[in-house]
């Protein structure tokens, strides 16, 4: 009969014990489900929802960040390429900002791990690129050379047209009417050869090609300073004012084609162009494909564990 006292005191400490472990436990798990930002309460589930949305969150600033890029290159005036980069800039700066956010969520998987340095090596190549593709994109000197092409140094070859036109109709009853007439025409004519050239010299990629059309543009001016120096022996009085109106035209032409040219040697514009159409566009193409095969990879471990 003792004993079975003893055992019936013992179970009722062994209940009391457990009741107490139960509601220390309930305790303890009330208090740390008030801690809802504890990293290490997160399920499996909800870390892996924080990770689609961080890479869908880089997919989608990472397109931002390229079509500004294409409309910093593409904008007409600095103050467009400006602002077009800069919003290019914050777009991938919210990339890296994600990047960083979700490396430490991916220590638990190496198949997401391995994707996720993958994407890390094409970032910092499309980072290095779009640098020197901004940089170029707001200098806009091909441009600025086409606006001066178009505008001061038209402006003064229709000044000296002009001013050849009517020295032509002034010499005209001059008995050296013919020769007036012949290297007025030589001067105007390859002072417009030259005009000509700008617009090829602009567009043009390769300092080679550049070189050929300067040569080219060099022998159009001795052919423009010969002819306008012997029209001085040839014009009477009456005509040399309008002789020294196209010597000024064409000395203004000159130093402009000179600005032209040294604008279109720096070629920001073309380089900036080739870049974001070839190397920009293919390893832009590479991250997102990896951000796709990243996601997708998340998208499985989040199945997998929805069905456990």
């Known amino acids: 009969m003792s004993t079975l006292h003893a055992n019936k005191g013992m179970t009722s400490l062994q209940v009391g014990i457990a009741i107490v472990v139960v509601l220390l436990l309930s305790l303890l798990v009330a208090v740390l489900l008030r801690q809802e930002d504890a990293p290490w309460l997160h399920s499996a589930f909800e870390r892996s929802v924080q990770k689609l949305q961080l890479v869908q969150a880089m997919s989608r600033d990472l397109l931002t960040a390229a079509e500004a890029e294409?409309?910093?290159?593409?904008?007409?005036?600095?103050?467009?390429?400006?602002?077009?980069?800069?919003?290019?800039?914050?777009?991938s700066h919210h990339v890296e900002q994600a990047?960083?956010?979700?490396?430490?969520?991916?220590?638990?998987?190496?198949?997401?791990?391995?994707?996720?340095?993958?994407?890390?090596?094409?970032?910092?190549?499309?980072?290095?690129?779009?640098?020197?593709?901004?940089?170029?994109?707001?200098?806009?000197?091909?441009?600025?050379?086409?606006?001066?092409?178009?505008?001061?140094?038209?402006?003064?070859?229709?000044?000296?047209?002009?001013?050849?036109?009517?020295?032509?109709?002034?010499?005209?009853s001059s008995p050296d009417a013919v020769p007036i007439t012949r290297l007025a025409a030589q001067a105007l004519m390859s002072a417009l050869n030259m005009y000509a050239l700008q617009a090829p010299h602009i567009a043009e990629s390769t300092a080679t090609r550049m070189e050929e059309i300067e040569a080219i543009m060099h022998s159009h001016d001795a052919q423009v300073t010969d002819a306008l120096q012997r029209l001085q022996t040839r014009v009477d009085e009456p005509g040399q004012p309008l002789l020294?109106?196209?010597?000024?035209?064409?000395?203004?032409?000159?130093?402009?084609?000179?600005?032209?040219?040294?604008?279109?040697?720096?070629?920001?514009?073309?380089?900036?162009?080739?870049?974001?159409?070839?190397?920009?566009?293919?390893?832009?193409?590479?991250?997102?494909?990896?951000?796709?095969?990243?996601?997708?990879?998340?998208?499985?471990?989040?199945a997998y564990k929805a069905t456990k």
């Open 70 to 91: 294409k409309s910093a290159v593409m904008a007409e005036t600095d103050e467009a390429s400006q602002v077009f980069a800069e919003q290019s800039l914050q777009a």
């Open 244 to 302: 020294e109106a196209a010597w000024a035209s064409y000395k203004d032409f000159y130093t402009i084609n000179a600005a032209i040219i040294d604008l279109s040697r720096q070629n920001s514009n073309v380089r900036s162009y080739a870049l974001s159409l070839g190397q920009k566009r293919k390893m832009a193409a590479q991250c997102q494909d990896v951000l796709a095969a990243l996601q997708e990879t998340v998208h499985e471990s989040m």
């Open 99 to 172: 990047r960083r956010a979700l490396e430490p969520l991916l220590g638990g998987n190496r198949q997401e791990a391995s994707l996720f340095r993958e994407f890390s090596q094409c970032w910092g190549t499309l980072q290095e690129i779009d640098r020197e593709v901004l940089a170029l994109a707001v200098q806009n000197t091909n441009l600025k050379a086409f606006r001066l092409s178009f505008g001061p140094a038209a402006a003064a070859i229709r000044s000296m047209e002009d001013a050849l036109t009517h020295l032509m109709d002034v010499g005209a």
